[in-house]
Nanobody, 129 residues
């Protein structure tokens, strides 16, 4: 299993910003069909937040469009999630994930976290009002 290591979570007030990072050790983005960020609140299902596909197209869940940006630095083997104008409803555990099973669009990957075959341990984001 490919190790993914997230960092950058923390506590901020509403309107603030955070940048999450995900280091993909020993592999490059060319090894994956899809990479992205998912989040899970307590007692709720994990949902896709932002994903990238092998064509570098991105997809976002409606609630974060215009506020979050997903990007990949191939030189650093690191996936980022820039989160601006954070809201209390963004509070969740955020996970980095990737998959090498099948080629799919970023939108498909966003909606089907079950296809991801590599997950990080998660980083907690807490947004207070």
């Amino acid at each position: 299993q490919v190790p993914l290591v997230e960092s950058g979570g923390g506590s901020v007030q509403a309107g603030g910003s955070l940048r999450l990072s995900c280091e993909v050790s020993e592999f490059t983005s060319s090894n994956f069909y899809s990479m992205g960020w998912f989040r899970q609140e307590s007692q709720k299902e994990r949902e896709g937040v932002a994903t990238l596909d092998s064509d570098d197209d991105a997809a976002y869940v409606d609630s974060v469009k215009g506020r979050f940006t997903v990007s990949l630095d191939n030189a650093k083997n690191t996936l980022y999630l820039q989160m601006n104008n954070l809201k209390p409803e963004d509070t969740a555990m955020y996970y980095c994930a990737a998959q090498r099973r099948a080629r799919m669009t970023a939108s498909q990957a966003l909606k089907t976290p079950i296809f991801m075959d590599a997950w990080g341990q998660g980083t907690l984001v807490t947004v207070s009002s």
